[in-house]
């Protein structure tokens, strides 16, 4: 687990590098500081410049850490319940 995790810490660090200036100053520092201390700065992750990041090849401990992100991040309160409910509904 802790490889992958370390594999989706550089995957995610990737695709950071590519999303709109906007909404990386919304990242705290802090949480980008742990995502860059903790990748595998020896896995090489091809971010595909011609597909949107919904159709990337991620792991799934980055789709994951994306899902933490958008969560508390970005998200405002009503995205937040509509989040909630999809969780709710998908663990009966």
Known sequence: MKNNFNKACKELYICLENIDNALLEKIPV????????NMDS???FCY???KKIYEQNLLEETK???GYMY????AN?????EFKNIVISNSK
């Open 77 to 81: 309160e009503l995205e937040k319940e």
């Open 30 to 37: 802090q949480f980008l500081k742990l995502i860059i201390e």
């Open 42 to 44: 020896d896995y090489y």
């Open 64 to 66: 994951s850490l994306m």
């Open 48 to 50: 595909e410049y011609n």
């Open 71 to 74: 969560y508390n991040f970005w």
